[in-house]
């Protein structure tokens, strides 16, 4: 039975550990990012070091991701996602794990965070897509779910165990145990079970080069004509702009309109869990209905979330809805683009054609961040973000649901075998 033919039940029960794998490897690149708010106070307070340049590393892994995302789905595409993965994550864990010799020197973890933010490129976001998208058809959509939400079982996780470590252990041992211990447990699961799948036979290679001349899918030339994947290029720029911008501020839009401090941190928490039931529920909808209107829809009602907050403030409960909806919609957005980006342009260039949406997604994000402060700063409130937000998300949503016809890759493939 062909990979294409197989049923749902079926890929996931050849497929699970893969799954599982690409899950925690998700998680792992994360890591960093989660902690960062947890190590910014002992290291402000032993080197005198300000947020901002505490903050600088974040930016400088953005830029990294932005530039250098289609090259890393280029090798992908060539090699496939464990023989860029496997190496990635040995020198990944070192770069993480040497941000425990710190000495109090800004050039020096500015450095370290270029470091990291080069090297680390290899076991982001495209590595784990790839491998879960090219194992899985008629299951996609929830495999790529689960596979997603690494990120957020880092963002629950990673928080208070390494607060724990930083206060039992101190920061230098907290970074050692936290990147390398979870860097090991990555390493493992991905040695096991990291496959590439081939075309046709579903055969899982784990050493040499994956045969991917087979693999039917748009080339890149075909792809730089297709009207699918520009509006998947749009979709995720102007997106990401946007809900990020969201995301970011959303504790101080909410204290804007009246709610505590303490209940916009609790409301954070319950939009961080709605995005990971957005991620399986949306994964399983794309797998059995039409996947153009549940991605227009998903992230059309996205601009609810905007609106409630924006004329909301009156009404608790409109609030939390606005925020569940956000929360659902901003966990199922990547999810939704990569789902869509294999279906529209097929496996055989999907690191490419998936690597410039990453780079679109880093840049949205780091824009969306400034355009929501540049608003408040100069006019005092939030409201023409939120206003303009909600136009936008609309305007994704019908670019998602006008998308053409995709191809019948499965159909193309029987005919070249």
């Not at 197989?6 to 497929?15: I, K, L, Q, T, V």
């Not at 990294?64 to 595409?77: M, Q």
């Not at 670019?399 to 159909?411: C, E, S, V």
Request: proline share 3%; net charge positive.
């Amino acid at each position: 039975m062909s990979v294409a033919e197989a049923s749902g039940s079926e890929e996931w029960r050849r497929g699970w550990q893969l799954v599982l794998a690409c899950f925690v490897g998700f998680s792992f690149f994360s890591i960093m990012t989660a902690a960062l708010g947890v190590f910014m106070a002992p290291l402000g307070e032993e080197f005198g070091w300000s947020r901002t340049l505490l903050s600088a590393g974040v930016s400088i892994a953005s830029v990294a991701t932005a530039i250098l995302s289609p090259f890393v789905g280029a090798l992908i595409d060539r090699f496939g996602s464990r023989r860029v993965a496997m190496p990635g994550l040995v020198v990944t864990i070192f770069a993480m794990c040497l941000f425990s010799s710190l000495n109090g020197s800004p050039t020096q973890w500015l450095f370290l965070w270029g470091f990291y933010a080069v090297i680390s490129i290899t076991v982001k976001t495209t590595v784990w897509t790839a491998a879960v998208a090219g194992a899985f058809d008629a299951a996609r959509g929830l495999a790529l779910g689960v596979t997603l939400a690494g990120n957020a079982a880092a963002q629950i996780l990673v928080p208070p165990l390494a607060t724990w470590l930083v206060q039992d252990f101190g920061w230098r041992i907290a970074y050692l145990a936290l990147c390398g211990g979870w860097g090991l447990i990555t390493l493992v699961l991905c040695f096991f079970f990291l496959r590439d799948v081939t075309p046709r036979d579903g055969v899982q290679t784990a050493k040499g080069v994956p045969d991917r001349s087979a693999i039917p899918g748009l080339t890149i030339s075909a792809a730089l004509r297709s009207r699918a994947v520009w509006f998947l290029y749009i979709v995720s720029f102007v997106s990401m702009v946007f809900v990020i911008g969201l995301v970011v501020h959303q504790i101080p839009i909410l204290t804007a309109v009246g709610v505590s401090a303490t209940n916009a941190a609790w409301l954070a928490s319950l939009a961080g869990v709605a995005g990971i039931v957005g991620k399986l529920v949306c994964g399983a909808l794309l797998d059995r209905f039409d996947a153009n209107l549940v991605g227009g829809v998903t992230i059309a009602a996205i601009s609810l979330a905007f609106l409630l907050l924006l004329y909301g403030a009156g009404s608790v409960a409109l609030i939390i809805v606005g925020m569940i909806i956000n929360g659902y919609g901003v966990g199922s957005l990547l999810q939704i683009v990569s789902y869509l980006t294999a279906k529209h342009a097929g496996m055989k260039n999907f690191g490419v054609i998936f690597g410039v949406i990453t780079s679109l997604v880093a840049l949205g994000s780091g824009l969306g961040l400034m355009i929501a402060g540049m608003v408040f700063d100069v006019t005092g409130k939030y409201d023409g973000f939120l206003i303009v937000g909600a136009v936008a998300s609309v305007f994704c949503g019908l670019l998602i649901w006008l998308l053409p016809r995709a191809p019948d890759w499965r159909q193309l493939e029987a005919v070249k075998a």
